[in-house]
């Protein structure tokens, strides 16, 4: 009798937190949208185009109008650096990230002595519980003047290449616990199986065990890309805060969605217009619709996964 009425009350409650969650992601959506239309109607599609990001002039009386809505004279809002700088940082960091991940994760399954097992799994997830500011703060000490010294021939630490490794630290953890749990999934005689027929323990994981969690690895590593797109501090600490240019190298300073909207808040406020603060919306509109991209192409590449696994 208990289990007649606990199974529809357990869906129940599992509809309305998952109807809730998916109400909050759409409230969240909603309200930037409409905190940032002045400055989309403002900006028009320059804001994507163009490099230059200004508030203008504050201590003019004068103002400048467009789509119905004003700011301060002088004041151009583009988003196209700290688009770039998000994307360059991110993908570069996946391009490092991945292969030293599911090496790690490899080893860890099936290199790493069973008694050492325990500790380097904990070394992994101790990784990913770091506060990005610590991150941040070794980049800063270590890695910046690194890079600055050895490196970059403008002798200046600051910039993509900085930020990428730094990104790719912080993603590596999600990517390794993520991949190896999926190994561990595998049932031990496909491994077997392969070296029975001769093959040595890398060809069996590259082989036959690798492919088999194919999907599982995308999403991982969506999920790591989504969390790289986000990441404010350890970037804004490292990546030289570029303005109205961009990188032309690995070693050139840039800037990144998350990360102006740190910096630029403080001086968006003193814009009596509010055009800036915004603008700063806008940008928030921005990361959240390529984020809510990444992960779409993420839902789009597990179904792939799981159609070909049932055929």
């Known amino acids: 009798m208990q289990r007649a009425w606990a199974q529809p009350l357990l869906r129940c409650i ?7 969650s998916f109400g909050v992601i759409a409230i969240m959506l909603v309200f930037l949208i409409a905190y940032a239309y002045p400055a989309i109607r403002f900006n028009g599609t320059a804001f994507f185009t163009t490099l230059t990001w200004s508030i203008g002039n504050q201590y003019s009386d004068h103002t400048i109008s467009h789509g119905g809505y004003t700011a301060q004279i002088g004041a151009a809002f ?27 994760a490899v080893a860890l399954v099936y290199r790493v002595p069973p008694l050492l097992r325990p500790l380097a799994n904990a070394v992994v997830e101790l990784m990913a519980g770091v506060p990005s500011v610590i991150y941040g703060l070794w980049g800063i000490i270590v890695l910046v003047p690194f890079i600055a010294t050895r490196l970059s021939p403008s002798g200046n630490g600051n910039g993509l290449l900085a930020a990428a490794l730094i990104l790719a630290l912080m993603v590596i953890p999600i990517i390794v616990a993520t991949v190896r749990d999926a190994l561990q999934s595998q049932p031990v005689a496909v491994y077997e199986a392969a070296m029975a027929l001769g093959s040595t323990s890398w060809q069996a994981v590259t082989g036959a065990i690798l492919p088999s969690i194919r999907s599982g690895i995308m999403a991982s590593v969506l999920l790591a890309f989504g969390r790289a797109l986000g990441e404010t501090m350890a970037v804004l600490m490292v990546c030289g805060a570029a303005i109205n240019a961009l990188p032309h ?10 990360a102006v909207i740190v910096s630029q808040l403080e001086s968006a406020l003193t814009d009596t217009t509010g055009m800036a603060q915004r603008s700063l919306g806008e940008l928030a509109v921005t990361l959240f619709v390529i984020t809510l991209f990444v992960n779409g192409i993420a839902r789009v590449v597990l179904r792939g996964g799981r159609s070909r696994s049932a055929a």
């Open 14 to 20: 599992t509809a309305i937190f998952a109807a809730l």
């Open 78 to 104: 583009g988003a196209l650096v700290f688009v770039a700088g998000t994307l360059l940082s991110s993908i570069l960091a996946m391009l490092v990230a991945v292969p030293l991940s599911l090496l790690v």
């Open 249 to 258: 190298s690995i070693f050139s300073p840039i800037n990144t969605i998350a």
